[in-house]
């Protein structure tokens, strides 16, 4: 009986060494499948083909922030017009979320918004392949994020930033302690997986239309697939709003009691 | 092959669960924006965008079954490797 569990165990490692295929399997680890699952048939994208893409995203913006600030008047015009658009909108969403005070915030948070728009956006044209559809780079946003929340923490209230972990009543605490470290730690988790799940399913979705049905069969996603890439990057820098809004609140209102609050 | 059958129902059947709670939750969510909306029609905008947010959030719930359902669709191998296994 033994025998035969161990054989079942072993089985998927042996029919890939016999076929020579273990690179494939190894790099499920970082979420892609192997080559044969739903790809289009070209070759394996690795982590690295990911970073070049992200690396466009960022030379794509440099470059429409260098061109777009190209004689400034006072009256703007053209790419400048769409520069200050795009300016309120990213200003404007530290505002919905933490009023006046948001302002400061809005460069980190415009950053994230405006990258990972970018970077979805890359997805939709066919021959580019979205950063955000690899873990790896979502997961590097999100701890980004963690640790600019827990830094902006620390800075908002000193040491006692501590406090905020501990729960309503101070004789609690040593239960409610370990739930909202693990809460807090489950954040960029989430974030990642949220944004990484969409755009990947996304793009498999897509390829596996355009394979088994036709490439006009994948045009009919193109809507939804608009649709989620401007979702998903709002809501990330949302959500990464809202966490800097609950770490550096000064009043000291009931815990749970917020709006922020209610969308952990 | 016990493993192979269960895996492939494990893969099947993920998702398309966790996408019944995310249909009941997001169903519901509508209905309170509509609710809303029908009691006061000026408020549309604002309740709009928190809908939304609220639906990208109940949603992201489905992908991560969906993530699991991806790590464990590289786990299963071809059918003709299958199909070699079973003809030993």
Not at chain 1, 85 to 114: D, H, K, N, S, W
Not at chain 1, 167 to 184: D, H, K, N, Q, R
Not at chain 1, 203 to 221: D, I, K, R
Not at chain 2, 48 to 77: D, N
């Given at each position: ?51 070049g893409f992200s690396a466009l995203a960022f030379v794509l913006i440099l470059s429409f922030l260098a061109l777009g600030t190209r004689g400034l008047r006072i009256v703007p015009r053209g790419l400048q017009n769409a520069m ?181 | ?27 519901t969510a509508v209905r309170g924006a509509l609710e809303g909306v029908a009691r006061q029609p000026e408020a549309g905008g604002r309740i709009l965008s928190m809908m939304i947010i609220g639906l990208a959030l109940i949603e ?29």
């Amino acid at each position: 009986m033994f025998d035969s569990l161990l054989q079942l165990h072993t089985a998927p490692i042996l029919l890939a060494q016999a076929h020579g295929a273990a690179p494939a399997e190894t790099h499920t680890a970082t979420g892609t499948p192997p080559a044969h699952a739903a790809e289009g048939g070209g070759e394996h994208p690795t982590p690295l083909t990911f970073l070049g893409f992200s690396a466009l995203a960022f030379v794509l913006i440099l470059s429409f922030l260098a061109l777009g600030t190209r004689g400034l008047r006072i009256v703007p015009r053209g790419l400048q017009n769409a520069m200050e658009m795009i300016t309120e909108i990213l200003y404007g969403i530290p505002e919905m979320v933490m009023g006046e005070r948001g302002r400061q915030y809005a460069p980190f948070v415009g950053t994230f918004f405006l990258y990972i728009l970018v970077m979805n956006l890359m997805g939709l044209i066919p021959g580019l392949k979205p950063g955000t559809a690899s873990l790896s780079i979502t997961l590097g946003l999100a701890v980004v994020a963690f640790f600019m929340v827990q830094y902006l923490g620390f800075k908002t209230h000193g040491i006692s930033y501590i406090k905020h972990f501990a729960g309503p009543v101070w004789w609690l605490s040593f239960l409610i302690f370990p739930l909202e470290i693990i809460s807090e730690l489950v954040r960029p988790m989430s974030l990642s997986i949220r944004l990484y799940g969409n755009i990947f399913g996304e793009e498999q979705v897509v390829s596996a239309l355009t394979n088994q049905l036709s490439p006009a069969a994948a045009v009919l996603m193109l809507p939804l697939q608009v649709l989620t890439v401007f979702l998903q990057a709002f809501v990330f820098t949302l959500l990464v709003t809202v966490y800097i809004s609950l770490a550096t609140e000064k009043h000291e209102n009931d815990h749970g009691e917020t709006a922020e609050a209610a969308a952990h | 092959m016990i493993y192979f059958a269960a895996l492939a129902l494990a893969i099947g059947l993920g998702t398309a669960i966790a996408a019944l709670g995310c249909g009941i939750g997001q169903g519901t969510a509508v209905r309170g924006a509509l609710e809303g909306v029908a009691r006061q029609p000026e408020a549309g905008g604002r309740i709009l965008s928190m809908m939304i947010i609220g639906l990208a959030l109940i949603e992201s719930l489905t992908i991560y079954a969906l993530v699991l359902g991806f790590i464990l669709l590289g786990k299963l191998p071809d059918t003709a490797q299958i199909m070699s296994l079973l003809q030993k």
